[in-house]
């Protein structure tokens, strides 16, 4: 299989991919190669970067990356990240709304999949989950707000993910969490790291 590979450097090449599906897969199929050289996998929606201890290990990644079948690992591999949700999101009643399912819908369709952090932007923490049930699909919000607090789990698009500290953002919320998504004393300072697994578990909310 053939990807369009742009060069980055004298270390680094990206990989064009069709979509984020394809992407989640060929960082997948990377990391269980362990191919000599690779010092670094960044997925994102529609690309891989691929970083490498030099130009000699670089060469080898765009040979290696001839021999790529999709769906060469599981998504099973990937660790499972449980992340306890409060339902109680300013866009709960509105996001049951615009998909014409009640609120306990939208809040069983939301947690009873097990999502895959595709790749992390935006913020430092902040990771796109993949699998987000077709229903709950929708456009961010026409206005964005000024500031969201840290925790808020919220939903756009095709993807769902948690506000890791206070900022503006676009997408409908659906709840909170207490769950530290960010953490620089953390040995893995990041939470949900691209290709792990996470569940949201519904709590019931404070009295």
Same mark, same amino acid.
């Given at each position: 299989? $053939?990807?369009?590979l ?13 979509? $984020? ?14 191919l %000599?050289?690779i010092? !670094?996998? &960044?997925?994102? @929606?529609? $690309?891989v970067? #691929?970083?490498c201890? !030099?130009?000699?290990?670089? +060469? ?13 690992? %599981?998504? =099973?591999?990937?660790?499972?990240v ?10 709960l009643?509105? &996001?049951? !709304? ?6 306990? =819908? ?7 999949? +097990? ?9 430092? *923490?902040f ?6 049930d ?8 026409? $206005?964005p707000?000024?500031? +969201? %607090?840290?925790?808020?789990? @919220? #939903?756009? @698009?095709d ?9 503006? *953002? *676009? ?8 769950? &530290?998504?960010? !953490? ?5 300072? @990041?939470?949900l790291?691209?290709?792990c ?11």
């Amino acid at each position: 299989m $053939t990807f369009p590979l742009l060069p980055c450097g004298e270390q680094a090449v990206m990989v064009q991919v069709d979509d $984020t599906a394809a992407a989640i897969d060929l960082a997948r199929w990377l990391v269980a190669a362990d191919l %000599p050289g690779i010092v !670094d996998i &960044v997925p994102a @929606a529609r $690309t891989v970067l #691929i970083r490498c201890d !030099d130009r000699t290990g670089r +060469i080898g990644a765009e040979e290696a990356l001839a021999g790529y079948r999709q769906s060469g690992v %599981p998504a =099973e591999t990937g660790r499972l990240v449980e992340v306890p949700v409060v339902y109680d999101g300013a866009d709960l009643a509105d &996001v049951a !709304d615009l998909t014409g399912l009640s609120v306990g =819908e939208v809040i069983v369709r939301h947690s009873t999949v +097990i999502y895959t952090a595709a790749f992390c932007g935006f913020a430092p *923490g902040f990771s796109y989950l993949a699998g987000l049930d077709s229903r709950l699909h929708l456009p961010r919000r026409a $206005t964005p707000r000024p500031r +969201i %607090p840290a925790g808020s789990v @919220a #939903i756009a @698009a095709d993807f769902t993910g948690v506000y890791p500290t206070d900022s503006p *953002g *676009g997408w409908h919320l659906l709840g909170h969490t207490d769950a &530290v998504l960010w !953490d620089v004393a953390r040995s893995e300072p @990041a939470l949900l790291a691209p290709g792990c697994r996470v569940r949201f578990v519904e709590m019931p909310a404070p009295r």
